[in-house]
């Protein structure tokens, strides 16, 4: 009888923890769906950045650029921590998925082939410390990476 509670036990703990990494997995295979991915960035993005990702008179440019904020993870933070995303109206799924597209879309040759995607949780974490002093922190950034 021991043994077969410590068998259930152990299926009982192995059930759990599948069920964890099946979660977590699930998390960072964020579909990403092209169509809404690209109209959330007409209509909350590229005001600014405009549409092909080149940037307005103040807004830097994210066309093959924004890849190079993956090489650190204090530059990855701060795309979801920027005040455009962190007080986005768009939920943590699709801000994930908005960032991810963008990056597929715009990145170029600045994204690293092992890229990591923004997952949900990710997005939800990050976005409650928003930065506010953003210029000058994306300069200290800029000085930290390989940018070609």
């Known amino acids: 009888m021991i043994t077969l509670s410590r068998f259930t036990k152990c299926i009982v703990w192995g059930l759990f923890i599948l069920g964890s990494f099946q979660t977590i997995a699930a998390d960072n295979l964020l579909k990403i769906n092209p169509d809404r991915a690209k109209f959330n960035y007409q209509m909350l993005c590229q005001g600014c950045h405009t549409p092909d990702g080149t940037g307005g008179k103040s807004v830097p440019k994210i ?86």
């Not at 998925?97 to 939800?124: C, D, H, R």
């Open 63 to 148: 066309k093959d650029f924004i890849g190079y904020f993956l090489q650190k993870e204090i530059a990855r933070e701060y795309l979801v921590k920027v005040p455009g995303s962190a007080n986005s109206s768009l939920n943590d799924a699709q801000l994930a998925e908005v960032l991810n597209w963008m990056i597929i879309e715009f990145g170029g040759e600045s994204v690293p082939k092992n890229m990591q995607y923004f997952t949900t949780n990710e997005v939800a974490t990050l976005r409650q410390q928003p930065l506010f002093e953003v210029v000058e922190y994306r300069k200290m950034l800029i000085k930290q990476l390989s940018v070609k």
